[in-house]
């Protein structure tokens, strides 16, 4: 089945630490994104990337980091620099514009907890 | 500057009675708007998008979505409401590469 997946579920870190969120897509899709939720807040974007090996930031890239090494890969790290960790965190991918304007299709999240 | 709003925190219906839930944007050249909805602990699915074309346009589950270039909006329908529509709505704008998101209408259908 095409899709897109992350890992894990749940996660959840203490203080200090940094983790790595997963997110992979085999829809053969160019464009990747990461986002935040949050209660009343909606979605805000983190990073994105069009391309493999480039990204761009978003509106509260700080005390985020990712890396496009792969078309199907698109890796969140949350650093011990952000200072509100806890939230659910959501990949999305799409076509590229070059491509006609297409809908993102979104992973089933991971909740992150910090203790 | 391009932006999204959803004037509507929460909208309540009874089953069977048609539901309307808005959205708003701002955009400086054509707007490409996009409905998705969430359910509890999920992520995100896609139910219609305006590109250009006709003002109605119709999507998954019976839902539609009327484009109102005058008003600047693009507010979700549907003639009959089922309780299984109860969830979160976001509409989306696309830009320059980029999705924005309103902040959600978290939609209830009563029995």
């Known amino acids: 089945d095409g899709g897109i997946t992350q890992s894990p579920k749940y996660l959840f870190r203490k203080e200090g630490q940094n983790v790595t969120l997963s997110c992979e897509q085999n829809?053969?899709?160019?464009?990747m994104y990461w986002y935040r939720q949050d209660p009343g807040q909606g979605l805000r974007l983190i990073y994105y990337?069009?391309?493999?090996?480039?990204?761009q930031k978003g509106d509260i890239a700080e005390g985020y980091s990712v890396s496009r090494e792969k078309k199907e890969s698109f890796p969140l790290t949350v650093t011990s620099a952000q200072k509100n960790p806890t939230a659910f965190y959501l990949c999305?991918?799409?076509?590229?514009?070059?491509?006609?304007?297409?809908?993102?299709?979104f992973g089933p999240g991971t909740r992150l907890t910090v203790l | 500057a391009q932006s999204v709003a959803q004037p509507e925190d929460q909208v309540n219906v009874a089953e069977g009675n048609p539901l309307t839930v808005k959205c708003t944007y701002s955009?400086?050249?054509?707007?490409?708007l996009f409905w998705y909805v969430q359910y509890p602990n999920r992520g995100l699915q896609f139910l219609l998008k305006?590109?250009?074309?006709?003002?109605l346009v119709k999507g998954s589950y019976g839902f539609e979505a009327e484009f109102n270039k005058s008003q600047t909006s693009f507010h979700l329908k549907k003639p009959s409401a089922l309780v299984s529509d109860s969830a979160l709505y976001f509409c989306?704008?696309?830009?320059?590469?980029?999705?924005?998101f309103g902040s959600g209408t978290k939609l209830n259908v009563k029995p």
């Open positions: 989306a704008l696309y830009n320059f590469n980029k999705f924005y």
């Open positions: 990337s069009q391309i493999v090996n480039d990204f």
């Open positions: 829809l053969n899709h160019d464009a």
């Open positions: 955009v400086s050249g054509n707007p490409y």
């Open positions: 999305a991918s799409s076509y590229h514009r070059d491509r006609g304007y297409n809908e993102q299709f």
């Open positions: 305006y590109i250009t074309g006709d003002n």
